[in-house]
Antibody, heavy 116, light 111 residues
Framework: EVQLVESGGGLVQPGGSLRLSCAASGFTFSSYEMNWVRQAPGKGLEWVSYISSSGSTIYYADSVKGRFTISRDNAKNSLYLQMNSLRAEDTAVYYC?????????WGQGTLVTVSS | QSVLTQPPSASGTPGQRVTISCSGSSSNIGSNYVYWYQQLPGTAPKLLIYRNNQRPSGVPDRFSGSKSGTSASLAISGLRSEDEADYYCAAWDDSLSGREVFGTGTKVTVL
């Protein structure tokens, strides 16, 4: 069974940093492209970042470019999102999602709250 | 920030057909596949339609997708109470350095 489990969310002050993790199981992680998608409270979905299966190709949304870094460790079946210089508008539930004919599997999400 | 426009809401009675539109541009819907996601209250999104009109296994054939030019639509026929959810379209956008874009979302209410 495919499973994606996010962790690392929490309360952080503006300007602070946080590292999200996504543990994958039930499939060959190294063969799949992965994404981070976020959803602010009561708002719609916003794509955050993409990483290819090998990690060689990466894209970011303009809203996080220069502040967030996506990475993966295929040996550990894990996806990461390093978030620096956090702002109030980064408050959201962050989902990791596998890309295969669309975002076909999603984690349950981890809440990041940026507030003083 | 969304570049794909959807109506904020749609509704119907059980058994009716509901259609949701998704309007984009030549750099996204016009040149790439469209995907649809269903998000039930309090849960993670679920892939409903891929490659414009294909259903993943397990998705009822009451759900269908179509695309024409720079617009797409999702139709739900035989509406059921469990279809009450938020629905989002999505597509890759070729502009600038590339990015995935989601629609603004449509809340479907079963009356």
């Amino acid at each position: 069974e495919v499973q994606l489990v996010e962790s690392g969310g929490g309360l952080v002050q503006p300007g602070g940093s946080l590292r999200l993790s996504c543990a994958a199981s039930g499939f060959t992680f190294s063969s799949y492209e992965m994404n981070w998608v976020r959803q602010a409270p009561g708002k719609g979905l916003e794509w955050v970042s993409y990483i290819s299966s090998s990690g060689s190709t990466i894209y970011y949304a303009d809203s996080v470019k220069g502040r967030f870094t996506i990475s993966r460790d295929n040996a550990k079946n894990s996806l990461y999102l390093q978030m620096n210089s956090l702002r109030a508008e980064d408050t959201a539930v962050y989902y990791c999602a596998r890309l295969w004919e669309g975002l076909d599997y999603w984690g349950q999400g981890t809440l990041v709250t940026v507030s003083s | 920030q969304s570049v794909l426009t959807q109506p904020p809401s749609a509704s119907g009675t059980p058994g009716q057909r509901v259609t949701i539109s998704c309007s984009g541009s030549s750099s996204n819907i016009g040149s790439n596949y469209v995907y649809w996601y269903q998000q039930l209250p309090g849960t993670a999104p679920k892939l409903l339609i891929y490659r414009n009109n294909q259903r993943p296994s397990g998705v009822p054939d009451r759900f269908s997708g179509s695309k024409s030019g720079t617009s797409a639509s999702l139709a739900i026929s035989g509406l059921r109470s469990e279809d009450e959810a938020d629905y989002y379209c999505a597509a890759w956008d070729d502009s600038l350095s590339g990015r995935e874009v989601f629609g603004t979302g449509t809340k479907v209410t079963v009356l």
